[in-house]
């Protein structure tokens, strides 16, 4: 079936450093990749999203790529803020319009 | 504010009782979904709501799991005979137009169920 590989599941990095989370999708047809972002005991919300037609997306110090050859796509965040702590989902439209979830990675930024 | 509300925010249950949870959506949503999330984990699809189409199904865990979206607007998620691997964050969202579109959806809180 179709599913969405989400890594690493834990990121832990310097305040001020990059920030790198990569997911890899297995139906081909896939043309949607939203990013949601679930803060400590918070509802997930959307923060940046991306379509099948572009390859770079960028939202002031998020930016999303994306490689439909390789079928994979990658959340890029610079400059990392405390408040960027959290974890993130990635997700893939499959062929049904239902999106499939990645198992998540909690961005730990350290001070 | 006009979020998604969900309620109870905490429930917990015995094993084998029924429960119901309650979804209310944002107002002029068409689209509504409930999700599962275990702890660690993602995010488990069980049922989408569009209009007055018939619903998707196609995520709900077994037949003890039912839902129904009446008038369009507010949804309840019923399990019945919880079992202990029922206990989860049980998330709905609503996104203003059909899932074709790439609406982006809008969670509520959550309910944390709860089976002993």
């Known amino acids: 079936g179709e599913n969405v590989e989400q890594h690493p599941s834990t990121l832990s990095v310097q305040e001020g450093d990059s920030a790198v989370i990569k997911c890899t999708y297995s139906?081909?047809?896939?043309?949607?990749f939203p990013w949601y972002k679930q803060e400590l005991g918070k509802r997930p919300q959307l923060i940046i999203d991306?379509?099948?037609n572009v390859g770079e997306k960028k939202d002031q110090r998020i930016a999303v790529t994306l490689n439909k050859t390789a079928k994979h796509f990658s959340l890029h965040i610079t400059e990392t803020q405390p408040e960027d702590s959290a974890v993130y989902f990635c997700?893939?439209?499959?062929?049904?319009?239902?999106?499939?979830w990645g198992a998540g990675t909690k961005l730990i930024i350290k001070p | 504010g006009a979020g998604v509300s969900q309620s109870p925010s905490n429930k917990v249950t015995e094993k084998g009782k029924d429960v119901e949870l309650r979804c209310d959506p944002i107002s002029g949503h068409t689209a509504l979904y409930w999700y599962r999330q275990s702890l660690g984990q993602g995010l488990e699809f069980l049922i989408y709501?569009?209009?007055?189409?018939?619903?998707?199904k196609s995520g709900l865990p077994s037949d003890r799991f039912s839902a129904e979206r009446t008038g369009g607007s507010v949804s309840t998620l019923t399990i019945q005979r919880t079992q202990q691997e029922d206990s989860a964050v049980y998330l709905c969202?609503?996104?203003?137009?059909?899932?074709?579109?790439?609406?982006?959806?809008?969670f509520g809180n959550g309910t944390r169920l709860t089976v002993t």
């Open positions: 997700a893939a439209r499959g062929s049904n319009y239902q999106l499939i």
């Open positions: 709501f569009q209009g007055n189409s018939a619903p998707d």
């Open positions: 969202a609503s996104s203003l137009g059909p899932r074709t579109d790439n609406s982006p959806l809008h």
């Open positions: 991306i379509r099948s």
């Open positions: 139906d081909s047809a896939s043309n949607y």
